[in-house]
């Protein structure tokens, strides 16, 4: 499988400071650019003002990037407050997808005694919408980016993603029926195609032998597949 598509909203609400939400975002997507196999989906400054979200324009916005990009998960994070409305807008449409969410640390108060960020009562807010939609989510707690579990975090979350991915809509091969006595090898087949749209490809075991009796070993297609093989297992 190629590279997981995920889409990042970073996620902020006015009156907080729009400066420090964007250098959050940016410091956010420095940080996702490291993951191998990542391949991050975002609003840029010419979609969205500062390329965060911030209204429900924003939100239709990026839901019409994330469907054209066909993206696989989805992370969300408060780069400030973060408006929860359109927030939740995206997490709606995408509801079907693994779903992060995460807060970013709030920075130093302000020489008047303000603060630049209020992302942990905006996570909050966030968490309880999800919570109320019936939406599950993966809480990654609230972390600066630099920080060694912000990195663990997306990385679970990828290999979460690229296992939904390969899972849903598989075609799942079948050898032979199951033995007799042994009930737990069963599979609903009809589940399968409703709740994952799998596919369930019998065949039986003297047609597998059959096939590989015709194969030569040095078949293009075999040792391209032993290849692969001995890149993960000692063959």
């Known amino acids: ?13 006015r009156p907080f400071d729009e400066q420090w939400a964007a250098q959050m975002r940016r410091r956010c997507l420095e940080v996702l650019s490291k993951v191998e196999g990542l391949e991050i989906v975002c609003p840029d400054e010419k979609l969205t003002q500062s390329g965060i ?3 429900d324009s924003d939100a239709e916005k990026t839901v019409q990037l994330f469907e054209r990009e066909k993206i696989n998960g ?7 407050f973060g408006d929860e409305v359109s927030a939740l807008k995206i ?18 108060f302000k020489p008047d005694g303000g603060r630049s960020s209020d992302s942990f009562c905006g996570t909050l807010s966030i968490s309880s919408g999800l919570h109320r939609r019936k939406i599950p989510f993966i ?9 060694d579990i912000f990195l663990t975090g997306i990385k679970n979350f990828v290999r979460t993603c690229s296992i939904k991915a390969g899972f849903t809509g598989a075609s799942i091969g079948m050898v032979g029926p199951r033995p007799e006595r042994f009930e737990t090898c069963i599979s609903n087949e009809d589940a399968m195609i409703r709740h994952f749209n799998q596919r ?24 391209t597949i032993v290849k692969e093989m001995s890149k993960q297992a000692d063959l």
Do not use: W, Y
Request: proline share 7%.
């Open 74 to 80: 989805l992370i969300i994070g408060t780069m400030t």
């Open 200 to 223: 369930v490809v019998p065949i039986g075991l003297l047609d597998i032998v059959h096939r590989i009796d015709s194969l030569k070993s040095n078949d293009t297609e075999v040792q």
């Open 1 to 13: 499988m190629g590279k997981i598509k995920i889409g990042f909203v970073p996620a902020h609400r």
């Open 139 to 147: 809480f990654m707690g609230i972390v600066f980016p630099e920080e």
């Open 53 to 55: 979200i911030q209204s």
């Open 91 to 108: 997490a709606s449409t995408f509801a079907n997808l693994p779903i992060l969410l995460f807060g970013t640390k709030e920075g130093p």
